[in-house]
């Protein structure tokens, strides 16, 4: 089992930056794919960014350029650099894991068996 809690959520200006992070417990996170989804209200749950086991990172069109993921093994923590922020970013983040083999695409959420709660993003116009 993996237990994930979000973090770093908040209420921002446009073109302001946060920094998420997800800390991960309960297994050696070095092996696992982590992943930011978000969802807004009245909206399905989306993916934003990726990054394998072996750091590769992926992002949805939206966040390219904007958003950086990385991990600190050591600290069994991802982090999801969000700056440029618009209005339309604004939802609940959440943190995701799983094993991922290689050449899976890690863009679905079905591919994720751990979740956190989330953490609620607010951008002001």
């Known amino acids: 089992q993996v237990q994930l809690v979000e973090s770093g959520g908040g209420l921002v200006q446009a073109g302001g930056s946060l920094r998420l992070s997800c800390a991960a417990s309960?297994?050696?996170?070095?092996?696992?794919?982590m992943a930011w989804f978000r969802q807004a209200p009245g909206k399905e749950r989306e993916f934003v960014a990726a990054?394998?086991?072996?750091?590769?990172?992926y992002y949805a069109d939206g966040a390219k350029g904007r958003f950086t993921i990385s991990r600190d093994n050591a600290k069994s923590t991802v982090y999801l650099q969000m700056n440029s922020l618009k209005p339309e970013d604004t939802a609940v983040y959440y943190c995701?894991?799983?094993?991922?083999?290689?050449?899976?695409?890690?863009?679905?959420?079905?591919?994720?068996?751990?979740w956190g709660q989330g953490t609620q993003v607010t951008v002001s116009s």
């Open positions: 995701a894991a799983d094993t991922l083999p290689v050449g899976t695409d890690p863009s679905p959420a079905y591919e994720y068996d751990y």
């Open positions: 309960g297994r050696t996170l070095s092996s696992y794919g």
């Open positions: 990054i394998t086991w072996s750091d590769m990172p």
